[in-house]
């Protein structure tokens, strides 16, 4: 991988095998419908811009980072973006390609007039908790609220 050539791109409708496989391996199980409705809403030009990066090696995605843009949304008069869901191969990950992600997915927004980028982190999830923390992601001071249904 150390002397591979990596590409960072903006995610395209045919990466949907890839990230399905690379998102198996992290949550054992197959989510293909789930990640093909959300490449069809990012992907839709009439009501998102597509922020979303991959990283590719050898015309292989190998890792991706999806997100979206919200202009003046919720209350909030800023632009801002959200990161939802995240993944990089097993055999390619402690190599950067979630940072170089991340960095390509800062510098775009940057670009944008995005004042600050949004994720969730599950409580016990420590190894994501600990790349964000990494990359200089803070508790946020809004807070995520649940109902459950009775
Ligand atoms: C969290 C995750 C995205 C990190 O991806 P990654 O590409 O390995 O991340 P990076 O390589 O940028 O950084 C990871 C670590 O490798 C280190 N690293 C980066 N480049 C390195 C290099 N060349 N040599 C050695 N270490 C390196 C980083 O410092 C970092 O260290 P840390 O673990 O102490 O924080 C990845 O582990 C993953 O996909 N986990 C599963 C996520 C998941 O559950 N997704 C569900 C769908 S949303």
């Given at each position: 991988m150390a002397n591979k050539q990596r590409i960072m791109r903006v995610l395209r409708q045919d990466d949907l095998d890839d990230i399905v496989s690379i998102d198996e391996t992290a949550s054992?199980?197959?989510?293909r419908e789930y990640y093909e409705r959300k490449i069809a809403s990012i992907l839709n030009r009439k009501t998102n811009i597509n922020c979303s990066i991959v990283c590719e090696v050898d015309g292989k995605v190998v890792g991706f980072m999806m997100g979206y843009v919200f202009f003046?949304?919720?209350?909030?008069?800023d632009a801002t973006a959200t990161i939802d869901a995240l993944g990089v191969h097993p055999d390619f990950r402690k190599f950067g390609v979630a940072s170089e992600m991340l960095d390509q997915f800062v510098m775009n927004m940057k670009a944008a007039g995005v004042r600050k980028i949004y994720t969730l982190v599950n409580w016990d999830d420590f190894a994501l908790e600990k790349f964000f923390s990494r990359q200089k992601f803070v508790p946020s001071k809004r807070i995520n609220l649940e109902y459950v249904m009775p």
């Open positions: 054992k199980q197959s989510r003046g949304e919720f209350g909030i008069s």
